[in-house]
């Protein structure tokens, strides 16, 4: 097939050819889909080495796993599906040491927590400065959750996705991602309050 009929083939037709064997099929699905894979994995991967890993990794599953795809919903949900489960799994099987989020507290860090505990509040008057700090102190307290618990918090607080977007990214049923959002911001403030109670 020439790259101009590639380039304007359906999704099924992609998905047909490259089952078929063609190499340019599929690296036309990769085209197209890499931008959304992409975020995807930055949402659990801060480098962007790592990001850019986990999205390779979610192509060679999705061309492993290609005839498993029915048609039957948008192949960019299924896509979705695929590189939010192998993120999960690359997160799982990343070695985590239980005193992660605890130990090895910078300076800023530190005064950042002291100034929690006198101000009881961790939004009010911060300095971009001071911003920054917080936003990595988040980072390293989300890294001590589990995969689905950062999953969820980075969703729905960080990139304000909805309930329905989230369920048809992670294939839950929107009961159970509010019961497990629930239970992951329960979990976060958990994790701060022991912070602040071991940083005093």
């Known amino acids: 097939m020439l790259a101009i009929a590639i380039e304007q083939a359906s999704e099924q037709e992609l998905v047909s050819l490259a089952l078929r064997g063609s190499e340019p099929a599929f690296a036309e699905i990769v085209r ?6 992409f975020q995807i994995a930055s949402r659990f991967f801060r480098q962007r080495e790592l990001a850019e890993e986990a ?4 192509f060679l599953k999705a ?13 960019a949900g299924w896509l979705a599906r695929i590189a939010t489960n192998v993120c ?3 997160l799982r099987s990343q070695r985590r040491r239980p005193e992660a989020a605890v130990a090895d507290l910078t300076d800023d860090e530190g005064e950042w927590l002291d100034q929690q505990m006198a101000a009881r509040s961790a939004a009010r008057h911060r300095s971009v400065e001071q911003g920054r700090v917080a936003a990595d102190l988040a980072e390293r307290i989300l890294r001590g959750l589990s995969a689905e618990d950062r999953l969820l918090l980075m969703s729905l607080d ?11 990214l992670t294939g839950w049923s929107e009961a159970n991602v509010k019961t497990r959002a629930s239970r992951a911001r329960r979990r ?3 994790a701060v309050e022991s912070l602040l109670k071991r940083h005093r």
């Open 32 to 37: 197209r889909h890499s931008p959304r894979v």
């Open 55 to 58: 999205a390779q990794e979610a």
């Open 63 to 75: 061309y492993t796993e290609l005839s498993s795809f029915e048609g039957r919903g948008p192949f």
């Open 88 to 90: 999960l799994n690359m």
């Open 158 to 168: 960080g990139d304000d996705l909805s309930v329905k977007a989230v369920a048809e």
């Open 188 to 190: 976060m403030r958990e």
